[in-house]
């Protein structure tokens, strides 16, 4: 069956340096993967999304790399802030018009100041 | 441009009541998508509507169902609420259409969602 995993619940990084999510992926062949940002009681904001074709999408301070090879997607935040607290969430669109989209668990991130 | 509107935000239901929630999609936006969240299943996919056709389906039973109106809006209704539908409902709208594969804007646009209790 398709499976979806974010292999971290929560993680703690002290601000200023690199947060690193990961987003593993199996029984599963999608068209995109998008990152989303979702904070205590509101909906996820989309940040990022790369093709298949593409290795690596940046924004800013954020970067995205797409291996098809070993189903993975890696999601870094540089010189973090404590702003950058959330909990992320990597989702898969195999149809890649965002209207189905299969979600991660979710990694919840801490900025310690 | 006004964001995906969700009413109302929170809601209280007793058992075996019936709930119907209700989205405005982004101005432009014809595709709607229901999502529950639970902390326990996390984000998991409901429906989608296109044209005021369900054009995709997820794993739910039968008495989570929804419509789509000819303005876009959106309604999804629960019967016969069961404690374990206590959860976080979200609606996401899209510029993408069925007959769109592969389109460019492939960004869903989250409301902040209703969270439904039920006791």
């Known amino acids: 069956s398709q499976k979806i995993e974010q292999n971290s619940e929560a993680l703690n990084i002290q601000e200023g340096k690199t947060a690193t999510l990961t987003c593993n992926y199996t029984?599963?062949?999608?068209?995109?993967l998008q990152w989303y940002r979702q904070d205590p009681g509101r909906g996820p904001v989309f940040l990022l999304l790369?093709?298949?074709?593409?290795k690596e999408k940046r924004k800013e301070r954020l970067k995205v790399t797409f291996d098809t090879t070993l189903k993975q997607s890696l999601f870094h935040i540089t010189a973090s802030q404590p702003a950058d607290s959330a909990t992320y969430l990597c989702a898969l669109d195999a149809q890649g018009s965002a209207r189905q989209l299969t979600f991660g668990s979710g990694t919840q991130l801490t900025v310690l100041p | 441009k006004a964001g995906v509107t969700q009413t109302p935000r929170y809601l209280i239901k007793t058992r075996g009541q019936q709930v119907t929630l209700s989205c405005s999609p982004i101005s432009g936006h014809r595709s709607v998508s229901w999502y529950q969240q639970t902390p326990g299943q996390g984000l998991q996919f409901l429906f989608e509507?296109?044209?005021?056709?369900?054009?995709n389906k997820g794993n739910f039973p039968g008495r989570f169902s929804g419509r789509q109106f000819s303005n876009s809006r959106s309604e999804m209704n629960v019967s016969t609420l069961e404690l374990g539908d206590s959860a976080l409902y979200l609606c996401?709208?899209?510029?993408?259409?069925?007959?769109?594969?592969?389109?460019?804007?492939?960004?869903?646009?989250f409301g902040q969602g209703t969270r439904l209790t039920v006791v």
């Open positions: 790369i093709r298949e074709n593409e």
């Open positions: 509507y296109f044209s005021e056709t369900q054009r």
């Open positions: 029984n599963y062949s999608p068209a995109y």
């Open positions: 996401a709208s899209s510029l993408s259409n069925p007959g769109s594969h592969r389109a460019m804007n492939t960004e869903a646009f």
